[in-house]
């Protein structure tokens, strides 16, 4: 069987246990080009998947993200008969990750929605308001971007301060309570909506362009980078990329631990209902959190300082 007719095979062994495998499809699509689509499965050797993955500049997250997808496909080709062991690299490069997410102190966020109606005398597909909830939002429920762009009328329960995120990573769909200031924050919105844009249904989207259509994320993206700089909003660590929209979830998952542990809340406890919250797959993945600010560290300190002490009950 050639190289191509087996990824196609197991892009669609893949997407019936659930899986969108768009990434994985993409890399295995490349694979194919760098050996040649018609290539037998049993003549692919180690070596030109050894070139593959490594590519031509320093070891990144890149290289892991191609062993990963070619491991599951070997694998199954393994599974089926179609190879005898799976033509990989014998060696893994260790790969230490300088990216550190941004978390916003309170006072840029304010200068982002301050920012908004002076920096919108640029042109925009999405309008001062339809910025400032979704902004609002992403800071106040922790939020994927996509997550809260695809959120239609009818996943807007305002009545029981309820939002309905469907389909999200890992396929998972999950009820996210809201609390009365942001609640407020998306009924004004959607008054506005409805007022500019009537024909919206249930199964609209909550969030819309100046025409009344979906938002995509590229557009959010660009007047959010268009926003940031206008406001000045700017890493002065030396880290490599911009905030970005996404460091708003960072953001809201390390300003909620820090205000627990400021309140004396058992923190070891909420986390887990954090996690839950954030719709992370596994606890391991908001852990992340607890090391993230120099805040967030003394507060950690000052209670286990207390706990030492006898103090403090909830280490």
């Known amino acids: ?30 694979f194919c ?25 320093p070891v990144t997250r890149t290289w892991h993200f191609k062993y990963g997808a070619l491991k599951g496909f070997f694998q199954f080709a393994v599974s089926r008969g179609h190879l005898d062991k799976a033509p990989l690299p014998t060696e893994m490069p260790k790969h230490h990750s300088s990216f550190v997410p941004y978390i916003y102190s309170r006072a840029e966020f304010r200068r982002l929605l301050d920012s908004i109606p002076s920096y919108h ?13 979704i902004l609002l939002l992403l800071y106040g429920a922790g939020l994927r971007r996509g997550e809260a762009l695809r959120l239609s009328v009818a996943d807007v329960d305002l009545a029981n301060s309820l939002l309905t995120i469907r389909d999200s990573k890992f396929f998972k769909s999950r009820l996210v309570p809201i ?40 557009n959010v993206q660009d007047a959010f980078e268009r926003l940031r700089e206008y406001a000045g909003v700017r890493r002065s660590d030396g880290g490599r990329h911009q905030p970005r929209l996404h460091d708003f979830r960072h953001t809201f998952a390390v300003h909620r631990l820090t205000d627990w542990y400021r309140q004396g809340a058992d923190v070891q406890r909420l986390v887990y209902h954090l996690s839950v919250y954030l719709g992370h797959a596994r606890l391991a993945h908001t ?15 000052t209670r286990f300082e207390r706990y030492a002490r006898g103090e403090d009950n909830h280490a």
């Open 1 to 30: 069987m050639t190289i191509n007719d087996l990824v196609t095979h197991y892009v669609a062994f893949r997407r019936t246990l659930g899986e969108r495998c768009n990434t994985t499809e993409c890399i295995l699509r490349s």
């Open 33 to 57: 080009r760098a050996v040649g689509p018609g290539t037998s499965v049993r003549r692919i050797r180690s070596k030109a998947v050894a070139k593959f993955v490594a590519g031509s500049g």
């Open 121 to 133: 005398r640029f042109p925009s597909r999405i309008e001062p308001a339809t910025l400032r909830a």
């Open 287 to 301: 852990q992340v959190y607890l090391t993230m600010t120099p805040e967030l560290l003394q507060q950690a300190g």
């Open 179 to 218: 609390g009365p200031d942001l609640t407020k924050v998306l009924g004004d919105y959607d008054r506005w909506r409805t007022a500019t844009h009537p024909s919206a249904k249930a199964e609209s989207p909550f969030f819309v362009t100046r025409r009344g259509t979906a938002i995509q994320r590229w």
